[in-house]
């Protein structure tokens, strides 16, 4: 996928569980789990919901992107040698509708994350090493 390595890509590739951040209308942050299906054809990610008794739902992360559509992504994990995770600065987007095409009982209702900048630490540097920052991407408006 454009802007990201080698590694930090196979790290995404092996995790599907991430924290998005989203602030509402009056800036109030918000964080929640979240799966993710990395689209490396389109260049972006793609928030997926399972599809639950009732019908879709709304849901807050959705509202505030379509208010606000800056966010941050945040996939990580703990091993033996230490921390390490990717961090992912972007801008989202609310589909209506192709959710339920990311994976088999999920809604129809989706958000997509276009990359803008990208942080990672423990996977192309040491565990403890200052994060390896760069911009990616598209800019933000």
Avoid: C
Wanted: overall charge positive.
């Amino acid at each position: 996928m454009r802007g990201f390595s080698d590694g930090e890509f196979a790290y995404l590739l092996e995790h599907d569980l991430a924290r998005l951040a989203t602030a509402g209308g009056k800036g109030t942050p918000h964080v929640v789990p979240v799966r993710i299906h990395l689209q490396p054809d389109r260049g972006m990610i793609a928030v997926g919901s399972r599809m639950l008794p009732g019908g879709v739902r709304p849901r807050r992360y959705r509202r505030d992107v379509a208010g606000n559509p800056e966010v941050s992504l945040v996939v990580d994990d703990f091993t033996e040698d230490g921390p390490r995770g990717v961090l992912i600065q972007g801008l989202g987007r609310v589909h209506a509708h192709g959710g339920d095409r990311l994976k088999p009982g999920y809604e129809p209702v989706w958000v997509e994350i276009m990359p803008v900048a990208v942080a990672s630490w423990g996977i192309d540097t040491g565990a403890y090493d200052p994060p390896r920052s760069r911009p990616v991407g598209v800019t933000p408006r």
